[in-house]
Structure formats: structure tokens, C-alpha cells
């Protein structure tokens, strides 16, 4: 009882590793001395799982680049103990990792041949393994891996599989975020449950701003006058005080900082007072939160108020960087 509770742990740690950490683990398997990868390449999360293509009769196919990533390992008797257990939860990795790919190939059909979020269909983990049972797959092991499944769309963009996991509120969120772009004018909420009403959804302003929130998209005074543009993508805030850097990437990119209430600018108000780039944003971000911070002004607020901080990730992040400055 007690190893079989062990091998459930360890199973877990697997579904949970990164495609780079996961394919060093079935290398030394396999080959029993492989060396060990660069600690960024364990730590990489977006090694491509799958790439998809639609064919000119709308299917859609997927490639798995890597073999080993599908394919299954004879379990030998000749091999020890050890490394049969290996090769057991490697396999069962491998056929859960397709089993949810190709169930959620046919369930969000229209969002893979679209490209559009608003084509998402709502859907949780509990109701994906109702729809989709496999042996020995529980929601448990569900959240473990999805998140590590990242894939090439046919629209050439690259998503974690977990995207797909979406509420109803936040397919609402993605309708009034298509709205805001469909127009190019700075729309109020009451505009957009306008908008939304003449293509058969109704839902309430104060639902209109939830949703808005939700994506972290402005009101209308403030993509009015300088909100800098629909294609940044900007992460959820995160407030500097909790030390969460964890959830941001080792990546180069930009970040802004903003307080808990607004302050006044030349023309307008805003809760933003620092605009960078970093070609590491959990480096620079996390010297935020220490008493080495060298802006005096920042340091300052540091102390005395409460400090959020937002992210982009884009290898571009100097240009970037420029146009965030300039539109602000």
C-alpha cells in the first residue's frame, strides 16, 4: 500500500513537469545517463505538444513533433523495477496527453478553424472528463498536465491547452473584448450592451464591467485618451507586496506599475506611475519588492502604498517599451 501510494506521488510530479523537463526524464530513462539539461530548459513551458493544420475538407490534423511524445514503450521484463514503473507512467502521460488533444480537436471545432475566442465553447474540467472518460484519468491528473500541453494552432498562434478551459463569464468577457475592437471609437459600457444586443446577447452594464475587468480592459475614458492599444496583452495585476514572481516568466518583455488609486497627469488620471522593459521580467520585477531598489521615488511608494504590476511578454520589448511611453 505504501508504494503504490509513492508511485501515485511520483506519477503526479510527472503529469505536472514541463514538455522540456518531461523529455529529459524520458531520456535518462531510456538511456539511463543522460545528462542533465540547462535549469531554462527544464523550466521552458512553451516546447511545442502539437501542431495544428486544417485540411482543405476542414479536418484537423495534428502533428506531435517529438516521437516521444506519443509513442509507447515496451514493457520488457528484462528491465528492473525502476525503470519498468518509468516506462508505465511515461506511457500513460503519452495516451492522456492525446486523449485530451483529440477531444479538444472536436469539441472546440469553430475555435480552431476561426481563430476567434468568442467561438470557444464554455467548458470545465469536471464536464471535459464526463464528456471524455478515459481509464485512470481524473480531474486530479486533468489539471496536472493540461497546462503543460502547448500547441500551434492553424492560425499560426501558440496556446497552452488550458486556454480552452473557459467559463461562460469569460466567453462573455471575450464577446465584449470583440465589440471594443470591432470599434474605433471608445465605447461605454451602455454602447457595448448595445452592441452586444443587436447579436442576440443580452447582458446587464454591471456584467458588461465585470467582464471588462476580468480581461483588463479600461473604461472608455481611459482607452479615450491614453490607453495605449488593443494588442498588448497584458497579464492580471499582481501585487508586489504578495512576492508571487513566481507566476511571472523569465522572459524579456514590459511591465507596467500602478497603485491602488489614481494620481494626476498632465491632461488626465491614472493608477500607472512606472512604464519599463527588462529582458527578464521576473528579475526586474521581483528587485521591486527589496530595499536595493536604486528610484528613490519608486522606493518610496514601495513603502508607503500598495504596488501592483502587469506584464507583456514580446521579444520586442525595447520598441515596445517606446510605444507604451509614447501613447501613455
Known sequence: MKNEKVSKIIFSKILEMPLGKYLAFIEKTTNGHGSTPPRQVLAEKK??????????????????????LWMRYSLDTNHDRKVMFAFQWINTRNEFSYHILQALITFQRDYWLSGKEVHLKPLTLKEFLHRFPHEHLDLSRLSRLVGNLWVRTPHNEVISLRNLFIST??????????????????????DIQQRLKQKGLHLSVRSICNCRKLLNI????????????????????????????????????????????????????????????????????????????????????????QLFVRFCVSEEYRALEKSLLKNF
Open 169 to 190: 463569464k469569460r466567453l462573455y468577457a471575450y464577446h465584449v473584448k470583440q465589440v471594443v475592437d470591432e470599434n474605433e471609437d471608445a465605447l461605454s459600457d451602455t
Open 47 to 68: 516546447i511545442i505538444y502539437a501542431n495544428l493544420t486544417v485540411v482543405s475538407d476542414g479536418t484537423i490534423i495534428p502533428e506531435i513533433p517529438d516521437e516521444r
Open 218 to 305: 479600461p473604461n472608455h475614458k481611459e482607452r479615450a485618451s491614453h490607453y495605449y492599444g488593443r494588442d498588448i496583452a497584458f497579464s492580471d495585476p499582481i501585487a508586489i507586496s504578495e512576492r508571487k514572481f513566481n507566476r511571472i516568466p523569465a522572459e524579456p518583455g514590459v511591465y507596467e506599475l500602478s497603485l491602488d488609486s489614481k494620481i494626476s497627469y498632465n491632461g488626465h488620471r491614472s493608477d500607472v506611475v512606472y512604464i519599463g522593459a527588462s529582458k527578464n521580467l521576473r528579475k526586474r520585477i521581483a528587485s521591486y519588492s527589496g530595499k536595493s531598489l536604486k528610484n528613490g521615488r519608486l522606493l518610496q511608494l514601495v513603502k508607503d502604498r
